[in-house]
């Protein structure tokens, strides 16, 4: 696999200090390269505190991944996909063992295929990427999941007959097994993705969560679950407020560490729609009603969701790209339901897709959350990150009543 030396890395341009418990850093530039600059996915261990990215480079078709710790140091780098038209990647994992798909086009629009690579080392090596055998010759993919408990790894893909469907693989096998139908759509969304999916245990068992937005006259969030490792499927169902015509609807999903509760955050990319969350607490039979968590008139979409915590309490990391090129970033307590809003200008324009996570580091009592999002800027992509420590003196909550 090739490999190139590390990118440059900017330090801490400011910090504002908020209070005397909680630090906000940012923007912090720390990756740089010509071309526009996509930020795609992320996975953090909890227990390096190291987050590994997928850059995607739009203009030279590569998938970059990143290492980065928590000082905001790229520790190592390297190329997956090189010159493939991928334009979708998303990463997985747990601990030293990360998963990477890559959705690619093989000569431009006319067949794509679903590309694996894995790591056993954190990300410091990476097999040679091998095509998913996936019957069909119109395969954009749509969402990864590692389910670590039972080793058992999901695929999720769009196919050109209006479908979202899924394979897995059980642990220890290098087959995909198990396609079957999640949802029929009204809505082709080409190269957007529609589905986000997570998961938790009941007794023990997984349940497998799917939000993804479709289209018949005005675009919602819909959801459906499986409990059988996605052989079967629930029917799908609309449980967003929103009907947006202005554009397209985007959801992401989180989950605590443990316990039934699931999270559903969703915006539409009008100017005019606030990001709202809901929630479940019986492993997605019923949701709860909206909670706006983005201030009015400014949000453009809802970038990325990331929860960290244990059971029924955690604390939800959002963010939001403004308008007037700024970031809007909010944390939230997941019992009050109540958050704090920061907003940060960043030099440049062209705002694409955005990548949070978060972590409670138990050893220094803080929960750290770190946003990542590209700017482009004259053709050169810069790659920025915010992050906030949040004292869990200040998150430990109460079981809602």
Known sequence: MTRYAAPLVTF??????????????????????????????????????????????????????????????????????????????????????????????????????????????????????????????????????????????????????????????????????????????????????????????????????????????????????????????TARRKISDIDSSVERVVAFMSRPESGPRLYVAYSSEGWSDPAKLIYSDDFGQTFSSPVKISKNGTTHSLSGLSLCGTGETGTIAGLMVTRENYLEYSTWNTVTMKGNYKDYPLAGNNFYTAITDCVVDTARSLVNVTTFTGVHRDYRGSLYFVGESIPLSERRLTKKE
């Open 12 to 233: 801490i341009l400011w910090v504002l200090i908020q209070s005397t418990h909680s630090a906000w850093t940012g923007p912090v530039q720390l990756f740089e390269q010509a071309g526009y600059l996509e930020a795609e996915s992320v996975y953090r261990d909890p227990v390096s505190r190291i987050s590994h990215l997928l850059i995607y480079n739009e203009s030279s078709w590569q998938t970059v991944y990143l290492a980065v710790n928590e000082s905001g140091a790229v520790l190592y780098s390297t190329i997956l996909g090189r010159k493939s038209h991928g334009r979708l990647a998303i990463i997985h994992g747990e601990g030293k063992r990360l998963f990477v798909a890559i959705s690619s086009w093989v000569n431009m629009d006319t067949y794509r295929t679903i590309n694996l690579t894995e790591s056993k080392d954190a990300g410091r090596t990476w097999t040679e990427p091998f095509e998913v055998p996936i019957a069909g010759w119109e395969k954009q993919l749509q969402e990864m999941l590692y389910v670590p408990e039972t080793g058992r790894l999901f695929l999720f893909w769009e196919t050109h007959e209006c479908e979202i469907r899924v394979a897995s693989r059980a642990a220890g096998s290098v087959t995909f097994t198990s396609q079957s139908l999640v949802a029929k759509l009204y809505y082709y969304g080409d190269t957007f993705q529609l589905a986000r999916a997570t998961y938790n245990l009941q007794a023990g068992r997984p349940i497998i969560h799917v939000a993804f937005m479709d289209d018949q006259f005005k675009a919602s969030v819909y959801y459906s679950r499986s409990i059988n490792n996605g052989v079967t499927w």
